[in-house]
Protein backbone atom coordinates (compact mmCIF):
# COMPACT_ATOMS: atom_id res chain seq x y z
CA UNK A 1 0.00 0.00 0.00
CA UNK A 2 1.09 3.52 -0.49
CA UNK A 3 0.58 4.55 3.12
CA UNK A 4 2.90 1.80 3.78
CA UNK A 5 5.84 3.29 1.85
CA UNK A 6 4.96 6.82 3.13
CA UNK A 7 5.62 5.31 6.49
CA UNK A 8 8.23 3.30 5.82
CA UNK A 9 10.19 6.27 4.33
CA UNK A 10 9.32 8.72 7.25
CA UNK A 11 7.22 10.62 5.34
CA UNK A 12 3.94 10.02 7.38
CA UNK A 13 4.81 12.06 10.36
CA UNK A 14 5.21 15.42 8.18
CA UNK A 15 2.53 14.44 6.49
CA UNK A 16 -0.46 14.11 9.18
CA UNK A 17 1.45 16.99 11.11
CA UNK A 18 0.83 19.40 7.80
CA UNK A 19 -2.71 17.96 7.85
CA UNK A 20 -3.14 19.44 11.51
CA UNK A 21 -1.54 22.67 10.81
CA UNK A 22 -3.79 23.05 7.54
CA UNK A 23 -6.80 22.00 9.51
CA UNK A 24 -5.96 25.12 11.95
CA UNK A 25 -5.92 27.57 9.45
CA UNK A 26 -8.50 26.58 7.79
CA UNK A 27 -11.98 28.71 8.67
CA UNK A 28 -14.80 25.92 6.79
CA UNK A 29 -15.58 23.57 9.08
CA UNK A 30 -16.14 20.92 6.33
CA UNK A 31 -12.68 21.04 5.03
CA UNK A 32 -11.54 21.06 8.84
CA UNK A 33 -13.16 18.37 9.28
CA UNK A 34 -11.62 16.78 6.18
CA UNK A 35 -8.20 17.61 7.18
CA UNK A 36 -8.54 15.94 10.52
CA UNK A 37 -10.04 12.52 8.91
CA UNK A 38 -6.70 12.63 7.12
CA UNK A 39 -4.64 13.50 9.85
CA UNK A 40 -6.44 10.60 11.92
CA UNK A 41 -5.92 7.89 9.52
CA UNK A 42 -2.51 8.97 8.73
CA UNK A 43 -1.46 8.57 12.43
CA UNK A 44 -2.82 5.47 12.60
CA UNK A 45 0.37 3.85 10.56
CA UNK A 46 2.77 6.17 12.39
CA UNK A 47 4.39 4.33 15.00
CA UNK A 48 5.05 6.43 18.35
CA UNK A 49 3.17 9.27 17.06
CA UNK A 50 2.47 11.84 20.00
CA UNK A 51 -1.67 12.32 19.48
CA UNK A 52 -1.75 15.02 21.95
CA UNK A 53 -1.20 17.77 18.82
CA UNK A 54 -4.22 16.24 17.66
CA UNK A 55 -6.15 16.50 20.55
CA UNK A 56 -4.97 20.07 20.89
CA UNK A 57 -5.83 21.08 17.31
CA UNK A 58 -9.70 19.36 17.11
CA UNK A 59 -10.27 21.45 20.72
CA UNK A 60 -8.48 24.92 19.29
CA UNK A 61 -11.02 24.14 15.93
CA UNK A 62 -13.78 23.75 18.45
CA UNK A 63 -13.19 26.95 20.01
CA UNK A 64 -12.13 29.28 17.14
CA UNK A 65 -15.23 27.80 15.54
CA UNK A 66 -17.30 29.07 18.55
CA UNK A 67 -15.27 32.62 19.09
CA UNK A 68 -16.17 32.89 14.73
CA UNK A 69 -20.09 32.37 15.03
CA UNK A 70 -22.35 35.33 15.08
CA UNK A 71 -23.25 35.19 18.63
CA UNK A 72 -19.91 36.04 19.63
CA UNK A 73 -18.56 37.87 16.22
CA UNK A 74 -14.58 37.26 17.05
CA UNK A 75 -13.54 35.76 13.98
CA UNK A 76 -9.63 34.93 14.98
CA UNK A 77 -7.37 33.54 12.94
CA UNK A 78 -5.16 30.66 13.78
CA UNK A 79 -2.32 33.13 14.33
CA UNK A 80 -4.22 35.51 16.47
CA UNK A 81 -5.24 32.76 18.45
CA UNK A 82 -1.92 31.69 19.11
CA UNK A 83 -0.80 35.04 19.94
CA UNK A 84 -3.30 35.49 22.52
CA UNK A 85 -2.75 33.79 25.77
CA UNK A 86 -6.23 32.18 26.98
CA UNK A 87 -6.48 34.53 29.96
CA UNK A 88 -6.57 37.30 27.87
CA UNK A 89 -8.97 35.54 25.74
CA UNK A 90 -10.96 34.29 28.47
CA UNK A 91 -10.78 38.06 29.96
CA UNK A 92 -12.37 39.37 27.08
CA UNK A 93 -14.97 36.98 26.68
CA UNK A 94 -15.97 37.40 30.23
CA UNK A 95 -16.39 41.24 29.73
CA UNK A 96 -18.55 40.37 26.84
CA UNK A 97 -20.52 38.14 29.15
CA UNK A 98 -20.08 35.18 27.00
CA UNK A 99 -20.19 33.22 30.30
CA UNK A 100 -20.91 29.91 29.41
CA UNK A 101 -18.83 29.67 26.07
CA UNK A 102 -16.07 30.50 28.96
CA UNK A 103 -17.19 27.43 30.64
CA UNK A 104 -17.15 25.11 28.00
CA UNK A 105 -13.36 26.57 26.81
CA UNK A 106 -12.25 26.30 30.70
CA UNK A 107 -13.40 22.37 30.61
CA UNK A 108 -12.01 22.03 26.90
CA UNK A 109 -8.23 23.87 27.81
CA UNK A 110 -8.42 22.28 32.12
CA UNK A 111 -8.62 25.76 33.35
CA UNK A 112 -9.91 26.92 36.92
CA UNK A 113 -13.01 28.58 35.77
CA UNK A 114 -13.72 29.95 39.67
CA UNK A 115 -13.32 33.77 38.26
CA UNK A 116 -16.43 33.31 35.32
CA UNK A 117 -18.70 32.24 37.70
CA UNK A 118 -17.75 35.27 39.93
CA UNK A 119 -18.40 37.50 37.10
CA UNK A 120 -21.42 35.87 35.78
CA UNK A 121 -22.87 35.69 39.95
CA UNK A 122 -21.96 39.08 40.00
CA UNK A 123 -23.73 40.49 37.14
CA UNK A 124 -26.91 37.82 37.75
CA UNK A 125 -26.83 39.30 41.09
CA UNK A 126 -27.21 43.53 39.48
CA UNK A 127 -30.13 42.19 36.76
CA UNK A 128 -32.28 40.02 39.72
CA UNK A 129 -31.53 42.31 42.24
CA UNK A 130 -34.13 45.07 39.77
CA UNK A 131 -36.85 42.83 40.12
CA UNK A 132 -39.68 41.61 42.26
CA UNK A 133 -37.72 38.14 43.72
CA UNK A 134 -37.08 38.10 46.98
CA UNK A 135 -33.26 37.58 48.70
CA UNK A 136 -34.01 33.96 49.27
CA UNK A 137 -35.03 33.52 45.55
CA UNK A 138 -31.62 35.09 44.29
CA UNK A 139 -29.21 33.27 46.27
CA UNK A 140 -30.55 30.00 45.75
CA UNK A 141 -30.55 30.64 42.15
CA UNK A 142 -27.13 32.41 41.98
CA UNK A 143 -25.84 29.59 44.29
CA UNK A 144 -27.91 26.08 42.56
CA UNK A 145 -25.75 27.65 39.51
CA UNK A 146 -22.66 28.43 40.71
CA UNK A 147 -22.70 24.66 42.27
CA UNK A 148 -23.50 22.95 39.08
CA UNK A 149 -20.42 24.26 37.31
CA UNK A 150 -17.82 24.91 39.71
CA UNK A 151 -14.72 23.21 39.24
CA UNK A 152 -13.90 20.47 42.16
CA UNK A 153 -11.13 22.00 43.93
CA UNK A 154 -12.07 25.43 42.93
CA UNK A 155 -13.02 28.20 45.11
CA UNK A 156 -15.65 30.99 44.11
CA UNK A 157 -15.36 34.19 46.47
CA UNK A 158 -18.90 34.79 47.29
CA UNK A 159 -17.67 38.26 48.94
CA UNK A 160 -17.08 39.37 45.54
CA UNK A 161 -20.98 38.62 44.93
CA UNK A 162 -21.93 39.70 47.79
CA UNK A 163 -20.51 43.48 46.62
CA UNK A 164 -22.68 43.77 43.69
CA UNK A 165 -26.12 42.76 46.27
CA UNK A 166 -24.51 45.48 49.12
CA UNK A 167 -24.15 48.24 46.28
CA UNK A 168 -27.87 47.61 45.15
CA UNK A 169 -29.49 48.21 48.50
CA UNK A 170 -30.06 44.36 48.85
CA UNK A 171 -28.29 44.49 52.15
CA UNK A 172 -29.66 41.19 53.80
CA UNK A 173 -28.77 39.21 50.51
CA UNK A 174 -25.06 40.24 50.48
CA UNK A 175 -24.94 38.82 53.88
CA UNK A 176 -26.66 35.61 52.71
CA UNK A 177 -24.18 35.91 50.04
CA UNK A 178 -21.13 35.96 52.76
CA UNK A 179 -22.75 33.08 54.82
CA UNK A 180 -21.67 30.81 51.32
CA UNK A 181 -17.98 32.35 51.91
CA UNK A 182 -16.00 29.83 53.63
CA UNK A 183 -13.09 32.41 54.03
CA UNK A 184 -15.58 34.86 55.51
CA UNK A 185 -16.27 32.94 58.63
CA UNK A 186 -12.26 33.35 59.66
CA UNK A 187 -12.07 37.32 58.71
CA UNK A 188 -14.86 38.17 60.88
CA UNK A 189 -17.40 36.96 63.64
CA UNK A 190 -20.88 35.39 63.51
CA UNK A 191 -22.29 38.59 64.62
CA UNK A 192 -21.95 39.77 61.25
CA UNK A 193 -23.72 36.95 59.65
CA UNK A 194 -26.83 36.81 61.76
CA UNK A 195 -26.84 40.93 61.68
CA UNK A 196 -27.93 43.36 58.97
CA UNK A 197 -25.85 46.03 60.52
CA UNK A 198 -24.26 48.05 56.99
CA UNK A 199 -21.64 49.34 59.57
CA UNK A 200 -20.38 46.09 60.36
CA UNK A 201 -21.36 44.78 56.61
CA UNK A 202 -19.36 47.67 54.96
CA UNK A 203 -16.01 46.56 56.07
CA UNK A 204 -15.81 42.63 54.72
CA UNK A 205 -17.27 43.84 51.21
CA UNK A 206 -14.22 46.50 51.02
CA UNK A 207 -11.62 44.64 52.06
CA UNK A 208 -9.23 43.40 49.82
CA UNK A 209 -9.22 39.69 48.55
Not at 21 to 39: G, H
Not at 58 to 76: F, H, T, W, Y
Not at 130 to 142: A, G, H, K, P
Request: hydrophobic share 40%.
Amino acid sequence: MIIDYIAASNQLVDAVQSCLSAAASEYESDKQTSLLKAASYGKAFCIGINPTDFVNVAKKLRILNDLRSEAVGLPLTNQQYNRLSPDVLINRLILRNHHYLVLRICELLCINNSRVLIHWGSEKVKKLSQSNLSDEDICTQVVSKINTYIDKNSHVSYIEIAKSAFYKNRKKLAIMFIEHEHNASEQVGYDVFVGLNASLLLPILLSPM
